[in-house]
């Protein structure tokens, strides 16, 4: 015995010594996994008119001016004057730019085209000018808005803050515009309030979490339109309008609410138009009417991912410099959605925010002089030279090789690294700007178009090049990072395993002195034992399947069930096994009948055991009927809430209900918690001993059971969502089945098995779309 | 002749006049009827059942170990008579004769009592119950139970030994245990298995029940039958080994 207890604290240790490890590995793999990338501080203010230098202190050069003073200021250094005077940033929540734009070379479909009749004559006429604005993963709302205004792209975090959002700290459009003595009104969802608390004059907010409502949500939006399309005191008015994401939760991408949503957008967008044209005359005045979507959205509606359905997000420019110019219908270009942010910046005259890694749009500044074009493109330059000098300390400073001469120019082949590679494309921009100007001085006008499209396009080389450097590296993992964490893991694993194998030798030496024939049990309990491999390593496989990913209560429910046949099986099996050997009357010795007993695990069938005939045992068996009712009630959990991507929109009994009303949920709901109530009862009956402790957690149990039978009489039915306490309970029952299948070895994956089952079946997923945030917004009725 | 004396050839033969019958069905129901297990799979389940059942019925009525224990008498009818033979030689006068105690046979319960488990493992994993899917899960659990339950009943018959030593011993030991239990054990993991696509969002037709946990099901069982010659033919050299 002392040698036991001995095995045992070395046992404890290396269990806590591999769990430590474990949790070493996996922290080391999340940050590694969700880089945190450096963003430089503070605001973008009149330096960012100038070249970079490489002194940092020279740079951040910081003076409080006021805001009428720091936009003459800006005025004067930008040397690229405002185009536009007010702007209307239209936010179509989940709008895919395939709904508008068409996809490819192909037009949208008709549907589309005639449900947005206005907007697509002002696509026609070339008064409006579209962009695939490729919006970057995750496609939430809150990292996509902090994108449009910040240009910057967000790690893999800000999903976890899209539910507890917080301010917006970091240099923004936004912010710029306050810092100039813009007014700021906002309509719509209440996202924007969350990241800009005290920057509107006029704000209403509306929740996106009522995800039903398509109808009021922007209502609440468009009943403002009248007032402040008549008021004259904002420069900046935001619209948000989630209806027609909520119509894709509800329906799906063709839905067929979709068509009247778009109509209520296309009316929406006609009557801005419509009123800002009225105050053309006026320079200062002019508005730019630029309607954006965070995102797309998926068939099923969701978005989160980074499929093309998802990113394909849009941006439309409707304003009086864009409709000067042909644009053909069908050369809509392909562009990142951050580039919305430094365009905004320059047509508006303020500084790009210091973090933006977007780049102009092509063909936003065609009316502009052909100076004041490439000095915007100079001033978007700059900034991303800073940003690059944040990321690559000394970035253009000291290494002269690559400004050095013109016979650098050709060798594209010499350049070898990304860093002298952005640095050969900047020198020759800078040259080619450099030699238009000279020329521009000297009066020589002989090839003028040529060098300002080789200016342009040598800027928009570096630009693209510096941009998507830039964006891989908020995006890139460290490496070496995740392999070490990788490598702890498995360690750890390895560790573990050797712990557990340890384990069963002992056990199993110790389980050989009083057994004499180990080997048939293990030939009995093949099937299910072999199966529980196969299925984890099986589950572990379907991984690697996107789809299986998104549909994981699919395998899950399929393995929970096949076990549960096969648990059927053996049982049937060897209940068979037992008559056929008490029928044969093979003189077998009693330990071996009580073994055969053992493998059936009817503890009751030891008193019964010498009756024969298997029919009747059969009816008196009790191991049976768990086994049927996990299956039944495991195949009804898998029917009550369609749960994953593809299959959301078939009927299930959860959308049965809701459609049979609030009062047979109710009556459903206390029906399903009082017959729950019975059978815990019971099972407390079947407890022999009567210790306190018993006492204790029978009276807490109904306690509890009466609470929440208190909270279903009271409540209101319509806050509670398809994942009432009726699924709940159907899940605890199968709980409570589970413990009645007493098998040692299987026993634990057979719990996995129903939890993980249980816990699809009452309508989660993996999608983040599923994830009830609602249950953290419950407010107490007063 | 003895029970378990099976010679390899003979489930060979046996195995390939079952294939033979399934092959036949499909080439009906593709060329004859113009069906396909994508366009219409009840419909060509059917067929395949239609095709299928008279073959496997008797076939393994022919192997049936015991005639006195049968109580069934459409029994007589394929193994007892001669119509079988009559059919061969190509006389169909009496064709519809034969159809009718083969539709008793299929509504005697034979079937359907094979069907209604195969059918309620299906559904207890997960097969759709609506309506629009009722004929194909009772056409497809009746296919299964023709792969699985009929052949054990054809050999069997009610014999309650024989039932439970089948179903008490996983490990098949003599022949005909093997003929019987390999193909069935092949056509239900080959449908489990078929199975596994269904969740995939590649959006193909065959994804739909019970398509490819069909195709998975006569994969499996031809898996089965040719595993079942193999090892007849293995136990009949253990046996002659053993007689030497």
Known sequence: MSSSSLTCGKLASWTIAAVLLQILGLSLFVIGFFPVKPTLPGFSGPESYRAPTCDPVLDAEERDLSSEKLRTLYKELSKVPPSYGRLVLMVIDGLPAEFVLGRGDKPPTKAMMEAMPYTQSLLSSGKARGYYAKAAPPTVTMPRLKAMVSGAIGGFLDVAFNFNTQVLLDDNLLDQFKRIGWELVMHGDETWIKLFPRIF?????????????????????????????AAEDWNLLILHYLGLDHVGHIGGRHSTLMPAKLKEMDDVIKMIHMGSTVHHQNPDASTLLVVVSDHGMTNGGNHGGSSYEETDSLALFIGSGVESLEFSMNAHKAVHQVDIAPTLALLFGVPIPKNNIGVLLRGMFDTLTDEQRLRALQLNSWQLLRLLQAHLPNFLCGDVTCISGEDNLQTDQSISSMKENLCYLYSRAVSAHNAWLLRQISGLTSNDADDLGYAIDSYYDFLGNASEWLSHRATDKPINLLLSGIVIMLISCVLLLNTVLKLFKEVYITEGKYCSQPKEISQVW???????????????????????????????????????????????????????????????????????????????????????LPWTKLQENHQLYPVLVVLIFGRILRGWHQGGINWVHLPDISKLLVQAGSFSIKALQIFSLLNFMLVGSFAFSLVRSRTHFVHIVRTSYFMSGCLVLLHIINSQTHNIGPTDSSATSVAQLFYICAGSAVLLTVLVVAMLFLGMAGHFGLGNSNSLATIDVAGAFIVLEL | MGYGEITASKALALHFLCGVGLAAGYGIARLGCDLSLVADPARTLRLLLVVEGPVIIGIYGWVRRDREHCSMRFFSVFTGGDSIRRLLRGDCSDF???????????????????????????????????????????????LMSLFTFVPAVCVFGTSRTDWQRILAYSKPKEGVDCLISLPAQGAVIGAWLGAWPMPLDWERPWQEWPICVTYGAIAGYSVGMFASAVFVHVLGRKVHVKDD
Request: aromatic content about 10%; overall charge negative.
């Open chain 1, 201 to 229: 004059t006029r704000q209403d907010g509306v929740s996106s979490f009522y995800v039903k409502d398509i109808v009021e949500v922007d209502f609440n939006v468009s009943r403002h339109l009248d007032v402040e399309l």
């Open chain 1, 526 to 612: 093949q099937v299910d034992e072999a199966f529980v491999l196969i299925g984890l390593v099986i589950h572990a496989l379907s991984l690697g399947a996107s789809s299986m990913v998104e549909e994981e209560q699919y395998t899950w429910h399929f393995l929970t069930s096949t076990l549960y046949l096969l648990f059927l099986l053996t049982t049937i099996r060897s209940l068979f096994k037992t008559a056929a050997s008490d029928f044969m009357k093979m003189k077998k010795p009693e330990e071996n009948l009580t073994l055969h007993l053992a493998v059936s695990n009817d503890e009751s069938s030891y008193t019964t055991n010498n009756r024969s």
């Open chain 2, 96 to 142: 519809p004769l034969i159809l009718i105690p083969l539709v008793q046979c299929i509504s005697s319960g034979l079937l359907s009592s094979g069907a209604l488990l195969n059918a309620f493992g299906a559904i207890v994993l997960g097969a759709p119950v609506g309506l629009k899917y009722w004929l194909s899960t009772i056409y497809w659990s009746s």
